[in-house]
């Protein structure tokens, strides 16, 4: 479901195999697992996280055919993707995301949470699907918007309008850094980003207290449950 | 004397501030505007989209001072002020729960609560020839009202532009406005190029046959500074 490998001071975590890459309980599981691992590697404060994927999807959210199945795992999976977000932005290193495929809603927002967001500009899209399917976005995904998309028409087009947001689109709005041609060329700029910031020496739990510092906001949404007028009902959208 | 009416074409919904005058938030028009919004809240459907606008040379120069003024005291200006600025506040908690995309379409001037009233719409659109955005407060050594505060710090989102509209007491035009990232468009010379924009718009996004409810909720969450102050929670359904 994915793989960790180091390269000299670069971590690379893939999301493996031609799937969506649905970020159901047990991929979030192994997630946060490979983060750990990361976390306590000796190395670690000197190091950087770049997390891709194979094929045509990033992630293309959460898992909602389970969620159908099973309604409890939508709040099992709500909670594993906190934990998973808060633990990048706390992680003591530089972050890129290396977007080669579709990210959609909780997959978005996974890749929002990192530092850097690299594209492909020769396919795939950045979507907050949620109201082309009938579903309110928690406010918590709301936080990391606010924080990652500057300016409130681009956080209007990417809520309200549920825009496919394309690399291009993705720069002029400032929630891409910079785009590439194809999925090896901008797996291929990302490590050569990392290496560069490696290079600056970062000492990385300053770094990691410094991105908390400045992503506190989005913490504390994080770590708040949503109040009880406001909780999760299993009946979908119907009101 | 009708102040506003409210039309249905298609999908749209269409509510304009009617007659020559300067639209002023008097607390009649505020109830009248109310109303209208309540009842296209009622009759919304799938798709439905409203869009907002007025006749003459302004969309609204804002509160009803000269009201204010002609309450024969100071303490009865200053009562008659806040009841302005009170009964205001549902017409903005009602545009931000409607379950539909708003368009405020500006024919002229928009100034002070006119302004909020343009700006608590999704989109804003206006003329490049004529009207101008102007926050008067700092002119008429009026304070502003929370709500209103925090209307600019969610919705307009450089602090020069948020200086330049609150503390410079300038009149701004289209292009800047457009600039300035306060309104979303400026490219149309005529109050009647201004609302087929609008039309526009509104039609392309009524054809994606949005759930109203589930629209309001996420704008609602966009805002939650905004939806705290008007005493406004996002209903939260299903999630993921």
Known sequence: MCTLEKRGQLFLLKLTGNGEHRLNPTLLDNLRSAITQIRSDPSSSRSLLITTSDGKFFSNGYDLALAESDPSLRVVMDSKLRSLVADLISLPMPTIAAVTG??????????????????????????????????????????????????????????????????????????????????????????????????????????????????????HTIGSNESASNRMRNSGSKL | MSMCTLEKRGDLFLLTLTGDDEH???????????????????????????????????????????????????????????????????????????????????????????????LSHDYVFMRNDRGVLYMSEVDLGLPLPDYFAAMFAAKIGTSIARRELLLSGKKIGGEEAVGLGIVDSAAHDSAEGVVEATVSLGESLAGKKWNGEVYASIRKSLYPGVCAMLGLTAKIAASP
Do not use: C
């Not at chain 1, 929002?112 to 492909?120: C, E, I, P, Q």
């Not at chain 2, 008097?26 to 919304?44: F, G, N």
């Open chain 1, 102 to 219: 579709h990210a959609s809603a909780a997959g978005f927002v996974l890749a929002m949470s990192h530092d850097y967001v690299l594209m492909r500009r020769d396919r795939g899209f950045l979507y907050m699907s949620e109201l082309d399917i009938e579903l309110v976005i928690p406010a918590w995904f709301v936080a990391v918007i606010r924080m990652k998309i500057g300016s409130p028409a681009a956080r209007r087009d990417v809520m309200l309008t549920a825009e496919k947001v394309t690399a291009e689109r993705g720069l002029e709005m400032g929630i891409v850094d910079s785009s590439y041609g194809s999925a090896a060329e901008t797996i291929e700029a990302a490590i050569k980003l990392g290496e560069e910031i490696v290079r600056r020496g970062v000492d990385g739990y300053v770094y990691g207290r410094m991105r908390e510092t400045l992503l506190k906001q989005v913490l």
């Open chain 2, 24 to 118: 002023r938030f008097h607390p009649d028009t505020t109830a009248s505007v109310l109303s209208l919004l309540e009842q296209a809240k009622s009759q919304s459907t799938r798709g439905s989209v409203l869009i907002t606008t007025a006749h003459g040379k302004f969309f609204s120069n804002g509160f009803d001072l000269a009201w204010a003024q002609s309450a024969g005291s100071q303490t009865g200006a200053v009562n008659r002020m806040h009841q302005m600025v009170e009964s205001f506040k549902p017409v903005v908690a009602a545009l931000f729960d409607l379950p539909m995309p708003t368009i405020a379409a500006l024919n002229g001037h928009a100034a002070a609560s006119g302004l909020m009233f343009a």
